[in-house]
């Protein structure tokens, strides 16, 4: 038992460290000024340059080999920070999808591992009762992985949806559809996945690990990960929809990531999951009729 409680602690600090990382991340790409502004700054550096006539420059004390140099300096920069920066607005390339899908990875573990800590809270409990644990810290790393392939599956598909709407003009530079009747759409449909059966399905395996966990055997690694990988689909089954709403207010508004998070939580912790669950679904409903007709 004692040990048992020593490895959730250590697992708990450990996810609770990457989910601060994680939010620290967000923070930082968020704050950092676009791309496109950099390479603007320099295209008028570059400019300015040429339209100089050789006396303006003598004048301003300024020689080609220093605007070289401090151009120079910017790429570099730009280099160094290039993981902290969206891209914002032209055609994505390869490099930009890397970087965004970065950005997605890790802000769905800022945004789904809090909800995570229940259930292997649960899972650590129940397997404290079990003689044939033989390695407690393994299996709390596997299960906590399973959730981590479900998620970075889940960035894929999300940064890829957001490359092709991005170079089809569909959503602006912060991931934001510029479509109000679309918005009202995606906001509509999303209100109405809450009251379905499907959604009320994965909520009750969110809400209810222990009897989702004692549903099967669980003998050696195999079966723990396979427990893990059950339940994340049933996790992401759960949240999927909410996440593309990330695509109403724009995928890199930080504040609209928050609430976001705090809506999972709310579904997954409040009692009355029906009640919240169907609360949620009329003020989606609601907001999406509100912004196609009026």
Known sequence: MKTLRFEYTVTLISLSSLVV???????????????????????????SMETMSDNEMEMGNITEDSMKTNSMEMNQTKSAIN?????????????EFIVMFVMWTIMMFAMMLPSTFIFLNVFRLMRSNMQITSSPLLEMIIISSTYFLIWIFFSLLACTLQYILHNSGVVDMMGAIQNKILAGLVLIG??????????????EKCRNPLSFIM????????????VGLQHGVFCLGCCWVLMLLLF???????????????????????????LSSRFLGFLLVGWGAYLIFI
Do not use: H, R
Not at 27 to 36: E, H, T, V
Not at 83 to 95: A, E, N
Not at 267 to 273: I, N, S
């Open 215 to 226: 549903s099967g055997p669980i003998k050696g690694y195999a079966n723990v990960a396979y």
């Open 190 to 203: 999303a209100g109405a996945f809450q009251f379905t059966s499907l959604k009320d399905t994965c909520l």
């Open 248 to 274: 109403v207010n724009g995928v890199m508004n930080l504040l609209w990531v928050a609430v976001l998070t705090i809506v999972v939580l709310i579904e997954k912790m409040l009692p009355y999951e029906k």
């Open 83 to 95: 993981f902290l920066m969206m891209p914002m607005t032209g055609q994505w390339t390869v490099s």
């Open 21 to 47: 990382l994680a939010w620290y991340y967000l923070f930082l790409m968020s704050a950092q000024p676009s791309m496109d502004m950099t390479m603007q700054n320099e295209d008028s550096m570059n400019m």
